[in-house]
T-cell receptor
Framework: TQLLEQSPQFLSIQEGENLTVYCNSS?????LQWYRQEPGEGPVLLVT?????EVKKLKRLTFQFGDARKDSSLHITAAQPGDTGLYLC???????????????FGQGTILTVHP | DSGVTQTPKHLITATGQRVTLRCSPR?????VYWYQQSLDQGLQFLIQ???????AKGNILERFSAQQFPDLHSELNLSSLELGDSALYFC?????????????FGPGTRLTVL
């Protein structure tokens, strides 16, 4: 069974601060996705990383996939109250070169950014 | 808007009852996934269908069943409902092929069992 450990579980910071969320596993994933979810709504896909060592930037958000494709991080620069939400990482399994798309989700990080 | 639709938005029912949740995937997506999200369990994968066929199964109870129809919409049937089944149920869809298999989630159905 593949597991994804996310840390920290909770993060409460002031507007303007930087933060990093980590997603770790002992398993290798073919790709890893990050989602953001607001209360009562569905998760929204932020980014997909596929190649080991890959770095993707989305405005103030920087996503990195570990070289061994077992871990990932999300870094937010100068956090804003609008960044508040639940951040989820999800890994797609390596399965003989094809993937049926079953994702393993981390438990999530609840981020609160205070004005 | 992800392009995935789910109905109903809210559902309130009693223990022992049976309900059906409906999902329409994004146009062109062949795969549909069902997830359950509760406060203490996080987002739990239930089942996946690809082009009408069951493709992967997760932590789905025997009281729950699903199917995907020829027009690719899917239904999740929950029967003999218990209080612990109260949760948000999400449907997601993907193109169903390739390494990335990006999934796009619907707005969810909030089920309350009283």
């Amino acid at each position: 069974t593949q597991l994804l450990e996310q840390s920290p579980q909770f993060l409460s910071i002031q507007e303007g601060e930087n933060l990093t969320v980590y997603c770790n596993s002992s398993s290798v994933f073919s790709s890893l996705q990050w989602y953001r979810q607001e209360p009562g709504e569905g998760p929204v896909l932020l980014v997909t990383v596929v190649t080991g060592g890959e770095v993707k930037k989305l405005k103030r958000l920087t996503f990195q996939f570990g070289d061994a494709r077992k871990d990932s991080s999300l870094h937010i620069t100068a956090a804003q109250p609008g960044d508040t939400g639940l951040y989820l990482c999800a890994g797609a399994p390596v399965a003989g070169g094809t993937s049926y798309g079953k994702l393993t989700f981390g438990q999530g990080t609840i981020l609160t950014v205070h004005p | 808007d992800s392009g995935v639709t789910q109905t109903p938005k809210h559902l309130i029912t009693a223990t022992g009852q049976r309900v059906t949740l409906r999902c329409s995937p994004r146009s062109g997506d062949l795969s549909v996934y069902w997830y359950q999200q509760s406060l203490d369990q996080g987002l739990q994968f239930l089942i996946q269908y690809y082009n009408g066929e069951e493709r992967a199964k997760g932590n789905i109870l025997e009281r729950f069943s699903a199917q995907q129809f020829p027009d690719l919409h899917s239904e999740l049937n929950l029967s003999s409902l218990e209080l612990g089944d109260s949760a948000l149920y999400f449907c997601a869809s993907s193109a169903g092929s390739g390494r990335a298999n990006e999934q796009f989630f619907g707005p969810g159905t909030r089920l309350t069992v009283l």
